[in-house]
Antibody, heavy 121, light 107 residues
């Protein structure tokens, strides 16, 4: 069955860096667009970044542009989010999500369980 | 950016009630709209895609309608498992955007 397992979250000071990983299994990872979506405590969902099936196209929300970078390693079935210059307002549960297809624009049909990132001094 | 606005923000209802949640887009998104349900401490779950298509395994009491800028999610007969927040999301263009959520509470 499709599984997405995030890791790499934790407590980090403002201005520091962190890299999140999402291990995919149960499907052919290289055939699907993938995303990061976050949810601040008690708040709604915010899309963060997307990457095409082959890594050739990437999109980032304005709120993280220039600080976060999405990437993937299809040989390892893993999605990444490199986060630099972290801010208190980046505190959230970060979910990886699979797009329904290889189209760059599609809905999310599977989500991971999320990993909590807390930015605090 | 396309703004997605849900109403109401909170909805109080009883078991067996028919409930409707509205989602409005700030510009036309055709039918590129999905609905998700999120239980506390869990990841969102896909309910509806392409505005009105029921996702696999989702009970038929859930339905979606609309196109362009106005969409609705309807639960025909509310069940105990349905009390949760619901989010709409457009996938017409980047940045992808979500509505602020509608919390369905027990009356």
């Amino acid at each position: 069955q499709v599984q997405l397992v995030e890791s790499g979250g934790g407590v980090v000071q403002p201005g520091r860096s962190l890299r999140l990983s999402c291990a995919a299994s149960g499907f052919t990872f290289k055939n699907y667009t993938a995303h990061w979506v976050r949810q601040a405590p008690g708040k709604g969902l915010e899309w963060v970044a997307a990457i095409s099936y082959d890594g050739g196209n990437k999109y980032h929300a304005d709120s993280v542009k220039g600080r976060f970078t999405i990437s993937r390693d299809n040989s390892k079935n893993t999605l990444y989010l490199q986060m630099h210059s972290l801010r208190v307002e980046d505190t959230a549960v970060y979910y990886c999500a699979r797009s329904f297809s290889d189209l760059i624009l599609d809905y999310f049909d599977y989500w991971g369980q999320g990993t909590l990132v807390t930015v605090s001094s | 950016d396309i703004q997605m606005t849900q109403s109401p923000s909170t909805l109080s209802a009883s078991i067996g009630d028919r409930v409707t949640i509205t989602c409005r887009a700030s510009q036309s998104i055709s039918s590129w709209l999905a609905w998700y349900q999120q239980k506390p401490g869990k990841a969102p779950k896909l309910l509806i895609y392409k505005a009105s298509s029921l996702a696999s395994g989702v009970p038929s009491r859930f339905s979606g309608s609309g196109s362009g800028t106005e969409f609705t999610l309807t639960i025909s007969s509310l069940q105990p498992d349905d009390f949760a927040p619901y989010y709409c999301q457009q996938y017409s263009t980047y940045p992808l955007t979500f509505g602020q959520g509608t919390k369905v509470e027990i009356k």
